[in-house]
């Protein structure tokens, strides 16, 4: 879990958080990284984790994901859900388990009745922020700390949750879209 400076993030991204207003970004795959993002006064909360649902049984797979997302978030504290949108390259079976993935993630959270559920491409998720949108994980995981230094994360599927998060976080009131 970090704590940062809200103004730290606007400063790094050239954004506007949204006061008081908390977040869940969801990078689908086999290992899921989530990340609530909250702000709370001058500060954003980042907790953050993965989700291995490593296993040859795809059923097994959607029901670990279904139970993880049911138990272990609170629906009344969470005002978006931002889901990585499924990107197609070569593999149709891989395309198809994602999108399986985040559908499901919608559906629990539609079902926990938040209201705010937003499917965002890794891409558009990253160009917002600034960062390399077509670029390998790793070449964005770098960017990103060198932008927020004070964020010490090894793990790259984390990055693109937090990335999603503060995706949500961000106060589009004003701007042009």
Do not use: W
């Given at each position: 879990?970090?704590?940062?400076?809200?103004?730290?993030?606007?400063?790094?991204?050239?954004?506007?958080?949204?006061?008081?207003?908390?977040?869940?970004?969801?990078?689908?795959?086999?290992?899921?990284?989530?990340?609530?993002?909250?702000?709370?006064?001058?500060?954003?909360?980042?907790?953050y984790?993965?989700?291995?649902?490593?296993?040859?049984?795809?059923?097994?797979?959607?029901?670990?994901?279904?139970?993880?997302?049911?138990?272990?978030?609170?629906?009344?504290?969470?005002?978006?859900?931002?889901?990585?949108e499924?990107?197609?390259?070569?593999?149709?079976?891989?395309?198809?388990?994602?999108?399986?993935?985040?559908g499901?993630?919608?559906?629990?959270?539609?079902?926990?009745?938040?209201?705010?559920?937003?499917?965002?491409?890794?891409?558009?998720?990253?160009?917002?922020?600034?960062?390399?949108?077509?670029?390998?994980?790793?070449?964005?995981?770098?960017?990103?700390?060198?932008?927020?230094?004070?964020?010490?994360?090894?793990?790259?599927?984390?990055?693109?949750?937090?990335?999603?998060?503060?995706?949500?976080?961000?106060?589009?009131?004003?701007?042009?879209?």
């Amino acid at each position: 879990m970090l704590k940062l400076p809200i103004n730290t993030i606007e400063k790094a991204f050239n954004i506007s958080i949204k006061s008081d207003y908390t977040v869940i970004g969801v990078d689908t795959a086999s290992r899921t990284g989530i990340c609530l993002a909250k702000s709370i006064g001058k500060h954003i909360i980042l907790d953050y984790s993965f989700l291995d649902m490593s296993s040859k049984n795809k059923y097994h797979k959607y029901n670990t994901l279904i139970e993880y997302m049911n138990s272990n978030f609170n629906a009344s504290a969470i005002d978006c859900v931002v889901i990585e949108e499924t990107f197609f390259s070569r593999n149709a079976k891989a395309f198809q388990f994602l999108s399986r993935i985040g559908g499901m993630v919608y559906t629990v959270f539609y079902l926990k009745q938040v209201k705010d559920k937003q499917f965002i491409s890794a891409v558009q998720a990253r160009k917002t922020l600034g960062l390399p949108s077509i670029k390998k994980k790793e070449v964005v995981h770098k960017e990103f700390h060198k932008l927020i230094p004070n964020i010490k994360i090894t793990d790259v599927d984390i990055i693109d949750a937090i990335i999603l998060a503060i995706n949500g976080l961000i106060n589009k009131q004003g701007l042009l879209m």
